[in-house]
Structures are given as C-alpha cells and as structure tokens.
C-alpha cells in the first residue's frame, strides 16, 4: 500500500531543498494535533537520523537515504519494536514546476492513507505559509541574523526558533542547564554572563514561569520574579553588549479583566488587577535597553490557539468528546492569535524597524467566548451544549484566577500591525482551527 501526496509550492526548487536541510523543518512540519515529539533532529538530510517521541515510550527513528540534492531524500523507519511490524519508506522529491517547486511525498507502508492524508496536507500547508512569509520578510528587508532566544524550548519558543532557523537565521537558545552543544549558551538569569550576547545581533525573551494555575501566593510569586528581574537583568546586558533589537513577551493582561466593549489598543490605559500590575512592571523593566538606544518591543500576546498547549490544550480534548460549551453566560470577549501568525508578529519586530514599544499580538477578529465555543464545536463535528457553571473555573483557579483568566474579557485590537499593513495568515477563528487541528 502506498500514499502519494502532492503540490506546488511558489519557491524556487534549490530554496525549498534547502528548507528541509536547516535545522527546525521537522518542528515546523509536526502536526500540532498529533501525540508524537521531536526527540532528535537529524544532523543532515545525507545519511542521518530522526527520532520522534510517540506515546507510551515508544520511539519513531528513521534514517535519510537516497540523498540527491536538491531532487530527493528518503526517510526510512529503522528503530525497533516498530520497524518489525511497519515498514514506512518516506520519499521527498522535488521538481521544478513553473517558477514554483511540485513537491510530493510518496509513502510505501501498509497504514491506510486515509489516516495519513490530514498529515501531509499540513505539512504542504505550513511549507507553503512558511516558504511565502519567509519570503515576503525578505523583501522587506529581514536578512540572516543571529537570534539568542530564552524560552526557546518552551510552548512558543519551540515554534519561533524553528522558524527562525528555517528561514536562514542562526539560533542561540539561551538555556539554565548546561549547554548541550554550540548552539545553547547557559544563561543565570539573576545574573547573565558578561559574554552572554556576545556576537548576537538580536534577543527574543521569552522565558518565564506559566500564568496558568490556581492563584496562590506562591504561585503570583512565580509569575512576577520569573518575568520582572531577568527581564531587566537581559535588558541591561544587551544595552552592555550593543545589542541593536531586543524583542521581549508580554500579554494583553495589562489591559486588565474585564473592559467590557472598550476596544483595546496599544494606546489604551492599562487596566487593574493582578496581571495588569505583572504585565506594567515587565514591560517597564526593558527601559534598560531602550534608554541606552536599543529598540524594545514588547509583544503583547493574546490567547494562543494551538492544541500543544494554551487554552486550546484544555479546550480540545472536552469538545472533542462532546463536553464542551461557553463559560458562564459566554460574552467575554476572547483576543485570540494563531500560532503561526504569533511567530510572523515575533519575526517582524526583528528586522521591521519601524516597530518599537507595544505591539498587540491578536488577530483582527475578537470574538465572543459563545462564538469560539460553537466554532470550536463545528470545527470538531461536536455539539457545545454544555456550558460551564461559573463555579468551575474558581474551583482550579481560584476567585481571583477564575476573574483574571477564565473570566478575562478584553477586545484587543492590532492597531500597530494594522498600520503598519500587516498580513495575517489566519485573521478568522474558523480557519486557524481547521489548520492547526486538521480539520
């Protein structure tokens, strides 16, 4: 049995070879929705091995074969137990069609392709999405860099670096343990080596303890001292080190809890509440490197759809299953951003130069909390007729958790990257769904 997918992709074939060379491309080409991690990459498409992480342990090796550039290369499962049982030849060829590239992929194992063809079609989608943003960031100017990134293993570090990387930049992941290899630098974030940002042109800091989790005081410790003191201590080494661009996290939770139909822009006032207090201080602590002529920005980021984690991580499993339905009496407003589309915000405030201080990182369409759980549902195939008692979320979260995360209700607008006539890959809820959950 064999599965043979296709398309044309508008890339020059020697561009798109080499897309799959650079390290990152099977990040940006793993389904979201699936239940399989990358544990290794491999080191070169002529001769090396992959290893993907699957449930219960298992671990999916195949090695590279039938290397011959810029045409072909083969992935061929080698790693026991499931290579007794399944055979899976993967070829990828590449031909010039056009100005464009037909790429197709030709899979020789005995899995049904019916289980097979949402995969692929992912994957040309996110190679296509990818091939064109790179592209367009370009001719606006983005040339290779090097990018130290904190955060860079974590939920969006993970999706941002291996962008980055595909797109011709050179990633410095700045990491707590010790280095494990010449692309990691270990960084103290109470007190960041002199060296650190040696030869780095850019930092992208994400790090910092998650927001999701029942509001105790320990838990608010973690979030501020996680965000407030290495962001300023980061801040001040880049100044130190002549580091032109500093890009740091932030969210739209400086806007506070609920600002009922008020539409939210970066010229709003900052709200009240806990998150409002965090976000205010975080930001603040970048003056460091804006006072000494670097240019900050800060990207305020709203809820992040993709089923590796966010609320969509929690949200998936309940409406696939039929549980799932609106919070309380569902008109929050809920400012949502695809994942890819947050990458390309990161990506622009490296080499746009006209981009500095806040930049809300939302899609242009907010939507109801009622609105994105009958989305949610359609997308699935599910009903959503079971909504969630109020009571439900201050049970995990708390009161004051329940008010400033499940209850959040903020109409965010991307006033800056609306005039600044950005493109959004997925500006309607419907479609960055469908993407990122194979539907």
């Keep these: 049995m ?39 990459e491999a080191d070169t498409l002529d001769g090396g091995r992959a290893v993907l992480g699957l449930p219960l342990g298992l671990r999916w090796g195949a090695k590279h074969t039938g290397f011959a550039p810029p045409h072909r290369f083969v992935d061929e499962l080698d790693s026991a137990p499931l290579s007794w049982a399944l055979k899976w030849r993967h070829s990828h060829e590449f031909a010039a069609e056009g100005d464009g590239t ?11 392709g019916a289980l097979l063809r949402s995969m692929f079609a992912y994957r040309h989608r996110q190679l296509a999405a990818d091939l064109a943003a790179q592209a367009s960031a370009r001719k606006a100017g983005d040339r290779p860099i090097t990018v130290a990134i904190t955060g860079a293993g974590g939920f969006v570090g993970t999706a941002l670096w291996s962008f980055l990387s ?3 930049h050179q990633i410095v992941k700045l990491v707590r343990h010790s280095p494990g290899g010449p692309g990691e630098r270990r960084w103290d974030p109470d007190r960041p080596a002199p060296d650190l940002l040696s030869g780095v042109d850019a930092v992208v800091h994400l790090a910092g303890a998650s927001i999701a989790g029942r509001f105790t005081d320990a838990h608010r410790r973690a979030v501020r001292s996680s965000r407030i003191g290495p962001t300023r201590a980061l801040a001040d080494l880049a ?5 032109p661009v500093f890009v740091s996290a932030s969210a739209i939770g400086f806007y506070g809890a609920d600002r009922g139909d008020e539409e939210l822009t970066e010229d709003s006032e900052r709200g009240e509440g806990f998150l409002a207090d965090v976000v205010a201080d975080w930001e603040a602590a970048t003056a460091p490197a804006a ?25 998936h499993p309940l409406f696939a299953a039929g549980l799932g339905g609106r919070l309380g009496d569902g008109r929050m407003w809920q400012s949502w951003i695809g994942m890819d589309d947050l990458v390309d915000v990161y990506h622009r405030a490296l080499y746009d130069n006209s ?13 109801r909390n009622s609105d994105y759980a009958a989305t949610l549902a359609k997308v699935l ?6 909504p969630v008692p109020s009571f439900g979320p201050r049970l995990l979260l708390g009161e004051q958790g329940a008010r400033e995360l499940a209850g959040a ?20 809820l419907e479609s960055a769904l469908r993407h990122v959950l194979g539907r």
């Design 355 to 367: 981009l500095h201080g806040p930049v809300n990182a939302v899609a242009p369409h907010a939507v």
């Design 102 to 112: 037909r790429m197709t992929d030709h899979v020789e194992t005995p899995v049904p």
């Design 166 to 168: 595909t797109a011709g």
């Design 239 to 243: 100044a130190a080190s002549g580091v």
């Design 291 to 315: 006072a000494a002529g670097v240019r900050v920005v800060t990207v305020r980021t709203g809820l992040v759809q993709s089923p590796d984690g966010g609320t969509l991580r929690l949200f």
């Design 409 to 428: 209700s903020q109409l965010v607008r991307p006033a800056v990257l609306t005039g600044a006539g950005h493109a959004f890959r997925h500006p309607d």
């Design 381 to 386: 195939r599910r009903p959503a007729l079971l």
């Design 2 to 40: 064999s599965l043979i997918f296709s398309s044309v992709v508008d890339a020059p074939v020697d561009e798109v070879f080499a897309w799959h060379a650079r390290p990152g491309a099977i990040h940006r080409l793993t389904p979201p929705w699936q239940p399989v991690g990358v544990v290794r």
